[in-house]
């Protein structure tokens, strides 16, 4: 099953997607949101009949934020080995963990906000785990399929400088708002192989990331059990699993975001979506 949020800013309804035709099933639960997963609404929609549902084609609707305001947004770095040899970085004997505002999470196709005086933002094409029901401690990664609900694209936008130059502390560079596009919808787990899934990214039609989930380090079951380790995580919340090689911090020359550019994102078997690129504007 496909799940997605759409509808304008403040006017969002959960649906279900079924080919170009988008189910709203705001009739039968409140929202995608943490309190909505917690109370059975995936369970909820999954066995009910959806036919006598109101519709609306997918064609020019807006997907917002497949899941409503997500508690956490984790994020694993260097967790392709294809970005780790670009980045000549030792090979993590752990997952490495951190965190973003989930406040910078935007529907997939509103625009990414260049902060000011940025010169280093660069891409991160990443396949997104999303949690169906609260894990903590779990005793083994087989388990971790029990606990995914889906998954989805993010666009993990990085701002270098702050990341790498600002006395470390990645979250710095990572929590601008805008720099967390995510959807369009997400794929439930039944319908979604993780473990071999061509992911891409490209800007002004070049492409720029082009690799495989099955490049991955530590994979996404190990990572949902490494996580519940130490933080609890609830329904709704995401991981960003980690990106390929291509970013614009590893080209020679350095290849970061600018004003006026489209960025394409997308994975194979959930989807693709667009971002254009504008400097941020002070209001008033």
Known sequence: MRIARIGQPGSERPVVIQGDQAIYVDSLIGDWSRTSLDKGAYRTVASADLSSLPRTPTAGVRFAPPINSPSKVLCIGLNYLGHIKETNADTPKEPIVFMKSPDSVVACEDAIVIPPNSEATDYEVELAIVIGKTALYLDSPDQSPDYILGYTISQDVSERHWQLERSGQWFKGKSFPTFNPIGPSIVTADEF????????????????????????????????????????????????????FGVGMGLNPKAYLKAGQVVRTGIEGIGEFTSHVIAYKAQG
């Open 193 to 244: 192989n993780p473990h071999n899934a061509r992911l891409w990214c490209s800007v002004d039609g070049e492409m720029r990331q082009d690799s495989n989930t099955s490049d991955l380090l530590f994979g996404v079951n190990h990572l949902v059990w490494y996580v519940s380790q130490f933080a609890q995580l609830n329904p709704g919340d995401v991981i960003n699993t980690g990106t390929p």
